[in-house]
C-alpha cells in the first residue's frame, strides 16, 4: 500500500509556511540583537528541509518491525534526558526563566520535552492497546488498570511543570491522555473523573505559582469588562480584579489582528512586529501572520492545519491494529491541543501557555519532532485501509 501523499504534502506545505514567515515576522529582533537579516530564514530553512526528509524517510520504512523501536527509543530517551538536564552545567544546558529545557549541541540547542510527548503517545498506545478494552468493568476496576498511568503522569508533571516550569505542555499531554484512554475502552464516567481530576490540579499548579497568578491576572484583565458587563453590578465588582498588570502582549496581539483586516497588510509590511511584539515569530506567530495575511490568509491556514489532522484521524479510523489507531489518534491531538491553546491564548480567549502553532512557529525541536511524529503516522498510513 503506498503512504498517504496528501498528508506529507500538507505537512510539508505548513513547514514552507514557517520558514517564509522566519524571515518576515523577527524583523525587530534581528536588528536588536544585531543578528544578520536572515539569521532566523537560514535556520528555519535548514530545519525544514531536515524535518521532510525525516518525514519522507520514516514513511519508506515497515511500522511492523520498527515502530515499536523508534517509539520506545524516542519515550526512555527523553524521559532521562529530562531528569538529567537539570544537575548539567550551565554549560550544556540552556534555561529560561531561571528552568533549564535546552541541551546545547553543536550548533544548536535540543529541547527534549518535545519528542517526549510523540515518546509518550507511543507509550500510552503500545500499552493501552495491552491493558485497556471495551469489556464493561466497574469504576474501581478501572481505576485500579489506570492508576499505573497515573504514576508515570505524575512524574511526567514534575519533570516538566516543576523543573521545567512549563505547565503548557502537561496540559496538552493531560487532555491527550484522558482523550486516548477514552478511545482506548475506559467508560464516559472515568473519563469525566479523570477531567475533574485534571482541572484540580492544573488549579494548584496555577495558585503555587506567582508568575502564573500574574499570568491569569493579565489574562483577566483583558477579558474583564466584556465578562463583567453579564453580570449583575455587586457580582461584578467582587470579581473585578483592579490591581492587575497591564496586558501588553495580549492587547498588541488583538490589535495585530485587527489590523489585518480580511486580506492583511501584505507579507513583511505588519507594524505591530516591529518591538511591539516580542516573540513574535515563536508564541505569536498566528497574530504576525494574520496582520500580514489577514483573516482570510489565517483562515487558509487553519483550513490546512484542519485538514492535516482530518487525514490524521482517518489513518487512525482505518488501522485495524490497535497500537496504530491509537498513536495517530494521540498525534492528531496533539496538533488539535497545541493549535487551540495558541489560538486561543493570542485571542485572549484562554491565558497564554507558550505552546507554539504546530509547523509554523520558529523553533527547531519543536518542528522536528512534530516531523518524526508525523514520519511515524505516515509509516502507518500504508497498512491502513485509505
Not at 133 to 139: F, G, P, S
Not at 183 to 207: E, H, N
Not at 352 to 366: C, L, M, Q, R
Amino acid at each position: 500500500m503506498e503512504t498517504d501523499k496528501i498528508l506529507f504534502s500538507l505537512c510539508s506545505f505548513a513547514i514552507f509556511v514557517g520558514i517564509v514567515f522566519s524571515l518576515s515576522l523577527p524583523v525587530f529582533t534581528t536588528l536588536f540583537f544585531d543578528y544578520s537579516e536572515y539569521h532566523f530564514f537560514i535556520r528555519q530553512f535548514a530545519v525544514g528541509m531536515i524535518c521532510i526528509t525525516i518525514m519522507w524517510a520514516l514513511s519508506q520504512i515497515d511500522p511492523d518491525k520498527f515502530l515499536i523501536h523508534i517509539g520506545f527509543t524516542i519515550f526512555f530517551s527523553c524521559l532521562f534526558l529530562m531528569g538529567v538536564m537539570h544537575y548539567l552545567p550551565e554549560s550544556l544546558v540552556t534555561s529560561a526563566g531561571g528552568a533549564k529545557r535546552w541541551i546545547r549541541l553543536p550548533g544548536f540547542s535540543l529541547a527534549p520535552v518535545e519528542f517526549f510527548k510523540i515518546g509518550f503517545v507511543y507509550f500510552l498506545a503500545w500499552s493501552f492497546a495491552r491493558k485497556l478494552n471495551n469489556n464493561k468493568k466497574t469504576l474501581k476496576e478501572e481505576m485500579t488498570l489506570i492508576l499505573p498511568y497515573l504514576a508515570v503522569f505524575v512524574l511526567v508533571i514534575y519533570l516538566i511543570a516543576v523543573m521545567q516550569n512549563d505547565l503548557g505542555q502537561v496540559v496538552v499531554l493531560a487532555l491527550t491522555l484522558a482523550v486516548m484512554a477514552f478511545f482506548a475502552g475506559t467508560s464516559l464516567q472515568l473519563f469525566m473523573l479523570a477531567m475533574l481530576g485534571s482541572i484540580f490540579v492544573f488549579l494548584i499548579a496555577i495558585f503555587s505559582s506567582t508568575h502564573r497568578i500574574i499570568r491569569i491576572k493579565t489574562w483577566w484583565a483583558t477579558i474583564q469588562n466584556m465578562v463583567l458587563s453579564l453580570f449583575p453590578e455587586n457580582i461584578a465588582a467582587v470579581l473585578r480584579v483592579e490591581d492587575a498588570p497591564e496586558p501588553y502582549q495580549i492587547s498588541h496581539s488583538l490589535n495585530a489582528i485587527k489590523h489585518g483586516g480580511l486580506f492583511g497588510e501584505g507579507i513583511g509590511n505588519g507594524m505591530f512586529k516591529l518591538g511591539y511584539l516580542s516573540e513574535v515569530h515563536t508564541d505569536f506567530a498566528l497574530a504576525g501572520i494574520a496582520e500580514e495575511l489577514g483573516a482570510l490568509g489565517v483562515t487558509i491556514l487553519t483550513l490546512v492545519i484542519i485538514t492535516i489532522i482530518y487525514r490524521i484521524f482517518k489513518i487512525a479510523s482505518r488501522s485495524v491494529n490497535k497500537v496504530y489507531y491509537l498513536f495517530s489518534l494521540g498525534i492528531g491531538l496533539l496538533i488539535v491541543f497545541s493549535f487551540l491553546m495558541n489560538a486561543y491564548g493570542i485571542t485572549s480567549i484562554t491565558p497564554i501557555k507558550g505552546i507554539s502553532v504546530p509547523f509554523i512557529s520558529y523553533g527547531g525541536s519543536s518542528i522536528l519532532a512534530l516531523s518524526v511524529g508525523i514520519g511515524m503516522v505516515l509509516m502507518i498510513s500504508k497498512k491502513a485501509k485509505l
